[in-house]
């Protein structure tokens, strides 16, 4: 399968498209990594405050928005969450007392996904946790340049 996936130095040329050996390298340690990450926040987070990590984004966008609300098509393009993933989260953290909805008075085919004060006390709980992860799994583990160079190669990957 492998060879599928790249060339090998002197095999022939075909028409599929491969990543040569340092292409695929980059590719699976970039995946290995965040997976590694988000797995070691997420087991924190449900560990420590019961919150899955996109349970705690969620809240931290809600937080951020105007009012402590989002339209639920603003909520799904900052979480990238399928559609009917984002709608069973909100839902999921309605039935827990996090987050509510709102239907909008001048348009009836926007909702609302709005924090309540639980939520945010919630959210003002988890912080730390989600903080301390994120320094402990991630910063913790690259020197000042390393960190300073990934952010750059980030930062040009999302501005396509």
């Known amino acids: 399968m492998t060879e599928q996936l790249y060339s090998r130095p002197g095999s022939r040329p075909d028409r599929r498209p ?14 290995n990594a965040q997976a590694s990450v988000l797995r070691e926040l997420e087991a924190d987070l449900v560990g420590q405050e019961r919150l899955t990590l996109a349970e705690y984004d969620v809240l931290v966008q809600l937080a951020l928005a105007p009012r402590q609300e989002l339209r639920m098509t603003d909520l799904w393009e900052q979480v ?12 999921r953290l309605a039935r827990r007392g996090l987050t509510g909805r709102r239907p909008c008075p001048t348009d009836r085919r926007v909702t609302y996904a709005v924090l309540t004060a639980a939520g945010r006390e919630r959210l003002r709980r988890a ?3 989600h903080l301390q992860g994120v320094r402990g799994y991630f910063i913790a583990r690259l020197e000042p340049d390393q960190l300073e160079r990934f952010t750059r190669s980030l930062e040009a990957l999302a501005s396509r």
């Open 18 to 31: 491969r990543l040569q050996p340092n292409e695929l390298r980059a590719w699976k340690a970039f995946l």
């Open 80 to 91: 990238r969450l399928s559609r009917s993933g984002i709608t069973r989260l909100v839902d």
């Open 127 to 129: 912080t730390p946790t």
